[in-house]
C-alpha cells in the first residue's frame, strides 16, 4: 500500500543521500572543476565520508540496491546500500575524504569545494550511500513508490523479477543541512567544483569523526 505526504516535511538523521566520490586524482578534479567531465567514481571499493553544510536537490528518487565493494579482510563483498538521485543539486561548503593505510602510515585523501560562497553544482546525480546523518526538509513527498513507475523523473529502473517488490521514495526538492555521509561510489552527468582544493595529508584526517 503506498503513502503519500504532502507539504514540506522536516526529519532529522534521515538516512537520504549525499554527495559523491569526485577524484582520486587531481587530473580528475580539475577537469570536473571545470565543468569538463561527466563523474563516475568509485574508490577501490572502499566507503568514503562527506560532510556539506547543505544540500539544495531537486526531483530526488531513492530506492535500496546493493554497491560492490570489499569487506575488514579485503575479500570482495557486497553492501546494501540507498541509491538517491537528482535531477540537479547544489551543495555548499563540500569535503570529502578517504583514509588509506599504506607502508609509510595512514594517508588521507581531502577534498573541498564551494566553500568560497559558490556553490557546487552536480546534474544527473546518483549516489550508493550506506549511512547519512543530516537536517532534512522534503517538499511534495511520496513514499511507497513503486520503483520502474513512469513518474519517476530521475533514474527510473525496470520491473524485474529482483525489484518488483522494492519500495522507493520522490520528492519534488530535498534540502539537506548539516550532512554527515558515508557513500560508496556516485554518478552525474556533470560535476561542477567551484574552489577545488585536493590535498593528501599525512595520518588520519577525515571530514568528520563518526559520533561516539
Known sequence: MSSQMRGGTRWKRFALVMVPSIAASAAVGVGLAQGALAASFS??????????DKLDGENLIQYGGIAKGHDLKGDPAQHPVTISGFSRAEITN??????????????TLQLRTG?????????NIYLDVAELD????FTNLDIGVAVGDESHKTKPQP????????FSQR????????????????TAGTFTLPDLKLRLLSGDQPCYEDEK
Not at 574508490?43 to 556539506?52: L, T
Not at 543530516?134 to 526538509?137: L, R, T
Request: charged share 25%.
Open 171 to 186: 520528492a519534488e526538492r530535498a534540502v539537506l543541512t548539516k550532512v554527515r555521509q558515508k557513500a560508496w561510489a556516485t
Open 115 to 123: 566553500h568560497k560562497g559558490e556553490p557546487a553544482v552536480a546534474k
Open 159 to 166: 520491473h524485474t523479477v529482483e525489484n518488483r517488490y522494492a
Open 94 to 107: 563540500m569535503c570529502q575524504s578517504l583514509v588509506t593505510p599504506t607502508p609509510l602510515g595512514d594517508i
Open 134 to 137: 543530516a537536517d532534512a526538509e
Open 43 to 52: 574508490v577501490s571499493g572502499q566507503d568514503f565520508k562527506v560532510s556539506a
